[in-house]
């Protein structure tokens, strides 16, 4: 296996965002808002580590 060296900052503003729209989207959608909370919370997690921060990629 090789080792990842590349350090990604998680873009939290843009991840937690999208996540709060999809999750809380879907929560409404089906009627349930313990759902949509944690959708919420799970998609924009992986989201915000999905889309890294602008300017980390070209950071050595």
Known sequence: MTKNTKNATPNWIA????GVALGMGLGVTLHNL????????????????????????DQQ
């Open 34 to 57: 313990l759902l949509g909370l944690a959708m919420s919370l799970c998609l924009g997690v992986a989201l915000a580590y999905a889309l890294p921060a602008k300017g980390t990629q």
């Open 15 to 18: 991840g937690l965002a999208a």
